[in-house]
Structures are given as structure tokens and as C-alpha cells.
């Protein structure tokens, strides 16, 4: 008979997660001293510990492994269930694989972000807006590329094309305010079914001119408020995304940043 602490010792297994099996019928003493309390187990229990041990590190639940390990599973069921798990992990793989490969893009993307801000960023007046839009709200920053699309299909029904997107965040912090629009010539009709919106002109704003895949743009506004933020700048007020009307190549884009800034007391030298 082995002793709880020496059953621990040859299965590697604490003494401590053997009562746990014990409370849990998984591996049960073969005799508990009825006066000291001490559990003592048979020599082939070994196997089950480490069996159950090497079940587990596949993945079974701790009920999986008590209907093997009691053999109410026959060869050809846990034949199904090693190829179910199998299954699962690969899906697993092929999923980790494409968030490296997506945490990959994003560094690229935020390098790049960062290059374009530093070369291309300068501060200049913005002319008042005369806009026909739709708009939606949305919680965070990362609904918007959901609610452009769906907001973009809604412009396109009514026969136009966006070219300039607005982002506002409220000031409590609960919204995001986001818009697709066309802008309108100073006195022309309004469009039938969107709505008019005129943005006000700004004396001070940044303006980046982002070039490269449109997936990438939400990069390039976050490496843009890092350059204002070196630059003891800050933005305020509507974001403007004006699409140009040149290419960047290989179906990228090329769109103007733009936002309102002010000093944000640091004390930074913003030129």
C-alpha cells in the first residue's frame, strides 16, 4: 500500500490535489485508517492518477476523464472523442495563427502610421463644411468600420457616394457619433433623404495624409493623436476624413486626416 505523500511523489501530483480527486470520487483510497485518518492507496492506482493526469493535459473535462478511466467508454467513443479533440486544437492553431498574423499587420500598420504622421502631419485653418449625411452612434472605436459600412450601402441607396466621413466622440464618453456625407456647393439643395449638417470652420487643425489599405486608417488616427501628444497638441471637437481622389496604388487609398487642436498645457513646442 502507498501513503498519500508517496503516491504524490511517484505521480509527480500534489498531495493537496489528491484530496481533490478523493472528495471527487475520481481516485478514491483503497482503505482510510479510522483512527489517524490516513488514506492509503494500491500499488496500480499509480496508473490511474497518471492516466487521468495525461487526459486532462489533452484536454477532458474532469467528467470525460471519470467515464474513461471507469471504462464506461468503449475504444470506438474515445477514438471519437481523441479525433473531436484533435479537431478542436487545430481550430485553435488555425485561430492563434490568424491573430499573429493580425498582430503582425497592426505593428506594420502603426510603423507605417507613425512614418506618415511625422512626415506629412502640418497644422492649418479648416474651411466651414456644407454636408448632406447619414449617421450612426456607436459604443467604441471599434464598431466604427461595422457602422461606415452599413452607413456607406445606406448613401450609396440614395445615389451617392461618400467622400467624407465625420467622427465625433461625446464629451461624457458614452457615444460616438460617426456620419458618411457628400459635401454641397454653399446654397445648393439639400439631398432628399439625408440630412444637412454644416461644420463650422477651425483657425487651428493637424492634417496627415494617410496612404495605403483602408483597413489600416483607424491605425493611422491612433499613431496621429500619439504625434499631436508629442507635439503638446491635442484634438477636439468633429474628426474629418476627407477621401481624395487619387490612388495610392494596389487598390489603396489615399485620405486627409484631419481633426481641431489645441495646446494641451504640457508645455511641447507644437511646430
Known amino acids: 500500500m502507498l501513503s498519500i505523500g508517496e503516491l504524490a511523489r511517484r505521480t509527480r501530483i500534489s498531495v493537496r490535489m489528491l484530496r481533490h ?21 494500491a500499488v496500480w492506482q499509480v496508473g490511474r ?17 471519470r467515464a474513461v478511466l ?34 503582425a499587420r497592426r505593428l506594420r500598420s502603426i510603423e507605417r502610421g507613425l512614418t506618415m504622421t511625422n512626415s506629412t502631419l502640418r497644422l492649418a485653418p479648416l474651411p466651414a463644411l456644407r454636408l448632406a449625411q447619414v449617421s450612426a452612434e456607436v459604443n467604441d472605436t471599434s464598431e466604427i468600420g461595422a457602422a461606415v459600412g452599413i452607413l456607406t450601402s445606406r448613401l450609396a441607396a440614395a ?12 464629451p461624457d ?25 454644416e461644420l463650422p470652420a477651425e483657425e487651428r487643425a493637424a ?28 484634438s477636439y471637437g468633429p474628426y474629418r476624413q476627407i477621401h481624395l481622389d487619387e490612388t495610392g496604388g494596389d487598390g489603396d ?3 486627409e486626416l484631419q481633426c481641431p487642436v489645441r495646446d494641451n498645457g504640457s508645455g511641447c513646442d507644437p511646430s
Not at 479533440?85 to 493580425?102: G, S, V
Not at 460616438?176 to 444637412?196: F, K, M, Q, S, T
Open 21 to 41: 480527486y478523493d472528495a471527487l470520487g475520481l481516485v478514491v483510497p483503497e482503505r482510510v485508517d479510522p483512527a489517524t485518518g490516513y488514506r492509503w492507496y
Open 49 to 65: 492518477v497518471n492516466s487521468l493526469v495525461a487526459l486532462k493535459e489533452l484536454g477532458f473535462t474532469l467528467e470525460q476523464c
Open 70 to 103: 471507469d471504462e464506461r467508454v468503449s475504444v470506438d467513443g474515445l477514438r471519437g472523442m481523441l479525433r473531436l479533440r484533435e479537431a478542436e486544437l487545430e481550430q485553435r492553431i488555425r485561430t492563434d495563427a490568424e491573430r499573429l498574423a493580425e498582430i
Open 159 to 170: 445615389g451617392e457616394s461618400a467622400r467624407i466621413h465625420t467622427y465625433y466622440g461625446r
Open 173 to 197: 464618453g458614452s457615444k460616438i457619433d460617426v456620419a458618411v456625407a457628400v459635401p454641397l456647393e454653399p446654397g445648393a439643395e439639400p439631398v432628399a433623404g439625408l440630412a444637412l449638417v
Open 207 to 234: 492634417i496627415v495624409t494617410h496612404r495605403g489599405p483602408a483597413e489600416e486608417i483607424g491605425d493611422a488616427w491612433n499613431t496621429l493623436d500619439v504625434g499631436l501628444a508629442e507635439r503638446g497638441l491635442e
Open 253 to 255: 487609398v489615399v485620405v
